[in-house]
């Protein structure tokens, strides 16, 4: 087997393990949008979520402020609005208007749902510890909804600089894991 040398600067497209999630935060009563991939499970019971967020981007002020946000899960179908979104700084464009996305009342946060995600999290910051070395928020999942219309969820997972693969076939192999 023969390999080669990679670029550091592309490993993260080789890790990257989860969908991307469209970021939703409410502060000084103005809603905004964020592409986020940079996210990863930390826990299962109760549902913890570690995310970098720069501080460069508006989410990070309503983050770092409210501590609450909600992680919106699209499908494929939503592939341009995610890039737009991540594309875009709410500083200077209303996301939802821009590119036609519908904010819903969350149950729990003052973050709105994402109504055409198949799948939104409310959450809570429940850790800043490294919030200010690397950016990084942990998140409680406090309340999950789900499209049960959605029964084969396409989500996309981002490889870097625009390229991104999309969930596939499910197959089930066998695990102690329950």
């Not at 592309?10 to 949008?33: D, F, M, Q, S, W």
């Not at 826990?43 to 919106?72: H, M």
């Not at 200077?92 to 996305?101: C, E, I, S, T, Y």
Request: charged share 20%; glycine share 6%; proline share 7%.
């Amino acid at each position: 087997m023969t390999k080669r040398s990679f670029p550091l600067s592309k490993v993260y497209g080789l890790l990257e393990p989860g969908p991307v999630v469209l970021l939703t935060t409410t502060h000084k009563r103005t809603a905004n949008v964020m592409t986020l991939s940079w996210h990863t499970m930390m826990e299962f019971e109760p549902p913890l979520v570690g995310c970098i967020v720069s501080q460069n981007d508006l989410s990070f002020t309503a983050l770092k402020a409210t501590r609450q946000c909600v992680l919106n899960i699209p499908t494929t179908d939503l592939g341009p609005k995610v890039v737009g979104c991540g594309n875009t700084t709410g500083r200077r464009v209303d996301k939802f208007m821009a590119f036609g996305l519908t904010p819903v009342p969350a149950e729990l946060v003052a973050a709105p749902l994402i109504s055409e995600c198949y799948a939104n999290l409310e959450c809570r910051v429940v850790d800043t510890r490294l919030v200010n070395r690397y950016n990084f928020f942990v998140l409680e999942v406090l309340k999950a909804w789900i499209d049960p219309a959605c029964k084969d969820p396409r989500t996309l997972h981002h490889r870097g600089r625009g390229a991104f693969m999309v969930a596939g076939e499910t197959i089930v192999l066998r695990s102690k894991m329950r």
